[in-house]
């Protein structure tokens, strides 16, 4: 017989970790959709690609903000916080990295 197990506790998930880690995931469909674009139109790649790259470095430093704002609330599990830190610092990190190697 399967062993039930109850939680009792009242404790919720932050909001701003839940938004970070949908920030991080929506940055990183940019990012991919954009390097994509990018290659099949070699040098005509224009403004949308431009416009992807730019929304998801914006989600990238929004998510990573939102995140470490979820760490200053009580009594919630921050489990979606730690998820949206690490996926927007990989995010930002690789943005910088693209940027440098493409001066």
Partial sequence: M???SYKF???????????STFLGVAGLALL?????TAYRMTENAGPATALMGFLSMAFSLAGF???????QEE???????RIGIGLNGVLFILWVLIF????
């Fill in 2 to 4: 399967a062993k039930r």
């Fill in 9 to 19: 506790t009242d404790k919720k998930h932050t909001r701003q970790g839940m938004l």
């Fill in 32 to 36: 991919v959709a954009g390097v994509i």
């Fill in 65 to 71: 903000l939102l995140g470490a704002r979820g760490f």
């Fill in 75 to 81: 009594d919630v599990y921050y489990f979606f916080s």
């Fill in 100 to 103: 440098v190697a493409g001066m």
